[in-house]
């Protein structure tokens, strides 16, 4: 795909204003909280950068989906979660303090373990079709539009909480808007491939989202921790930020058929979430409080 206006510079910036979103949350505490209390840390990121990406393999095989298809629900796994995690995480009672301390870690790993796993799945299901660009520049430049933008949020919430305030309002109802002109953009450019396949799709979108959320809290809980904590790492797996997934199909990868699971899951993954949420308020009420709180 030619580089164009949406791509070079549309693209960076809607994720830009994402990730400054997500910064406007952000202390440098909540990064060193995973010294404080690690094992509730430890078990969000393994579920969701270990147990996760096998899983939607799976799936992918499973269903047996095309090849770019397979690749982009790989690509959607290895995304870390998305903003409205806590917020989701907030209404059900789950401890949004982990919620947000899982999202500053991992907008720090997923510099190392997105590629690895994004190229791995290229060279597997797409072989010598595979391109992937230069890693060490692409890396870079996907860093400087993460963190960036995460820092500046941070810094803002640090020295002018008022106006971070202010930011926030106008910033939330941007990030659906710009979400929501994604979505559509993936489905302009694969509507072919995207109606061939809708069907196994779905099918797909709904069982990652299903398995994600089972795995957060089942993974938790199987490992004794506390019931809020659980519903916090089961959203942060369950919740995906797609708009990262979108913009390094189109944008690094250049490769627009990628963004369709991404795009597809952005709106399956609300539904299930609610869902949960519903699951979680009627099964009983949260014990105990968060060491993390």
């Not at 947000?100 to 010598?128: E, K, R």
């Not at 539009?145 to 106008?170: C, D, F, H, Q, W």
């Not at 710009?178 to 993936?186: C, D, E, K, R, T």
Request: glycine residues 8%; contains cysteine; charged residues 10%.
């Amino acid at each position: 795909m030619q580089a164009t206006l949406i791509t070079t510079l549309l693209l960076p910036m809607a994720l830009g204003i994402i990730m400054f979103g997500l910064g406007l949350h952000l202390r440098v505490d909540d990064f060193a909280r995973i010294a404080r209390a690690p094992k509730p840390v430890l078990v969000g990121l393994v579920a969701q950068m270990l147990l996760l990406p096998p899983v939607a393999y799976l799936i992918a095989r499973m269903l047996a989906l095309p090849a770019e298809l397979a690749v982009g629900m790989m690509l959607l796994a290895a995304s870390p979660g998305g903003a409205t995690a806590s917020v989701f995480s907030r209404l059900a009672r789950g401890d949004v303090a982990l919620n947000i301390t899982l999202a500053a870690i991992n907008s720090l790993l997923i510099l190392i373990t997105l590629p690895l796993i994004v190229g791995w799945a290229m060279a597997h299901f797409l072989g010598a079709q595979a391109h992937v660009p230069p890693p060490t520049q692409k890396v870079l430049e996907v860093g400087a539009i993460i963190l960036a933008p995460v820092l500046l949020g941070m810094l803002l919430r640090a020295y002018t909480p008022n106006a971070a305030s202010r930011i926030e309002a106008i910033v939330k109802p941007a990030s659906l808007a710009i979400l929501l002109g994604l979505i559509v953009l993936s489905v302009i450019k694969e509507w072919t491939l995207l109606v061939s396949n809708i069907g196994t799709l779905g099918i797909a979108c709904v069982l990652l989202s299903i398995f994600s959320l089972g795995i957060g809290y089942g993974v938790a809980r199987g490992l004794q921790l506390e019931r809020a904590q659980g519903i916090a790492i089961a959203f942060e797996v369950g919740i995906h930020n797609t708009t990262l997934a979108i913009f390094i199909a189109l944008s690094v990868l250049e490769f627009p058929a990628l963004s369709v699971p991404a795009a597809i899951y952005s709106l399956v993954m609300y539904v299930c979430a609610g869902a949960a949420t519903f699951w979680f308020l009627r099964s009983g009420p949260v014990a105990g409080q968060s060491p993390l709180s």
